[in-house]
């Protein structure tokens, strides 16, 4: 999985949003899985909230779904430099806000 470095932005997080333990995830909230997909580095968004089903990336001009428990696509390796792209959950009720994530191709 060496030449791809993954990164994300994020805003500091606030007293108010301290969970307890019988409230709901954030459905804002998300990580990323990495895995090997044939020989090259991949990545599967992960939610834990239950309104969750899938997710929606967007790469330059490209758009996709992701399954929420689907396979990990890989990270595209053609165009050497940083890129940008953004991940957002999908709900039944719609798309919810995306986050950037930023990543290295050498």
């Given amino acids: 999985m060496s030449g791809v470095l993954l990164g994300h932005r ?4 606030s007293a108010f949003d301290r969970r307890t333990a019988s409230s709901w995830p954030d459905l804002l909230e998300l990580s990323l899985g ?3 997909v044939d020989g090259c580095p991949g990545r599967q968004p992960v939610t834990r909230h239950p309104y969750a089903t ?3 990336v967007r790469f330059g001009a490209q ?3 992701l ?3 689907g396979q990990p ?5 053609d165009n050497v430099g940083e890129h940008s792209a953004t991940i957002a ?3 039944p009720y719609g798309v919810r806000r995306p986050h950037p994530v930023d990543f290295v191709v050498r």
Avoid: H, K, N
């Avoid at 696509?73 to 390796?77: A, E, I, Q, T």
């Fill in 10 to 13: 994020g805003g500091r997080r």
């Fill in 34 to 36: 990495l895995s090997d």
């Fill in 54 to 56: 899938g997710f929606e």
């Fill in 63 to 65: 758009e996709w779904q």
């Fill in 67 to 69: 399954a929420r428990d």
């Fill in 73 to 77: 696509r890989p990270l595209p390796r």
């Fill in 89 to 91: 959950t999908v709900t």
